[in-house]
């Protein structure tokens, strides 16, 4: 069975730059995670997806972040403009439906300049 | 917002020694996982515990819930190498699978 995708793998931008990372889920998993992990913490959880519709976002910075999954199936997290606090890994990770164990992907790691 | 504190931070240990890794909160949880990260990796799950008091075993590895499911402990016994790496406890507040993490654990096994 393949893994949670993402890409780009690395990315580094300048700061007032924008970027777009891609998850791609596991195969019939309906909810959909992103975790943005500061070097040296654990990740934080920015937004869940159930199938195409929104969880929760309660703490994804809506002014210059943004996700979507308009299928259902794969997602897109967009920062614009990018900030130099928001180098980082982020991480995509998916689960068969609620209160089931959540599947990580190798993540992205975006360096703003 | 609910903090899962770990400690310690960070550990360097040599081979076949034991060690135990501490997971606090004052807020109380419905579940707790433990996960383990490696480099340029995602974290990857290790156990899912749920009742108070439970402790649950992966080979070497002994997990503990607290009575009050507000912390936990990951023991290691006889640790090798190939145990390095970042240990992640993560708690779920209402068993809506919305996760907060700790900051982590770092560990070294030196051979």
């Known amino acids: 069975e393949a893994g949670v995708a993402q890409s780009p793998r690395y990315k580094i931008i300048e700061k007032r730059q924008s970027v777009a990372f891609w998850c791609n889920p596991i195969s019939g998993h309906a909810t959909l995670y992103w975790y943005q992990q500061i070097l040296g913490q654990g990740p934080k959880l920015l937004i869940q997806f159930q199938n195409n519709g929104v969880v929760d976002d309660s703490q994804l910075p809506k002014d210059r972040f943004s996700a979507e999954r308009l299928k259902g199936v794969d997602s897109t997290l967009k920062i614009q403009p990018a900030k130099l606090e928001d180098s980082a890994v982020y991480l995509c990770?998916?689960?068969?439906?609620?209160?089931?164990?959540?599947?990580f992907g190798p993540g992205t790691r975006l360096t703003v300049l | 917002t609910q903090l899962l504190e770990q400690s310690p931070q960070f550990l360097s240990i040599q081979e076949g020694e034991n060690l135990t890794v501490y997971c606090n909160s004052s807020s109380v949880f419905s579940s707790l996982q433990w996960y383990r990260q490696e480099p340029g990796e995602g974290p990857v799950l290790l156990v899912t515990?749920?009742?108070?008091?439970e402790v649950k075993k992966l080979k070497r590895l002994t997990f503990q819930f607290g009575d009050a499911r507000k912390d936990s402990s990951l023991h290691i016994t006889a640790a090798q190498p190939g145990d390095t790496g970042l240990y992640l406890c993560a708690g779920d507040p209402n068993a809506g699978n919305m996760l907060t993490f700790g900051g982590g654990t770092r560990l070294m096994v030196k051979p």
């Open positions: 990770a998916s689960s068969g439906t609620l209160r089931v164990s959540q599947f």
């Open positions: 515990v749920v009742t108070g008091g």
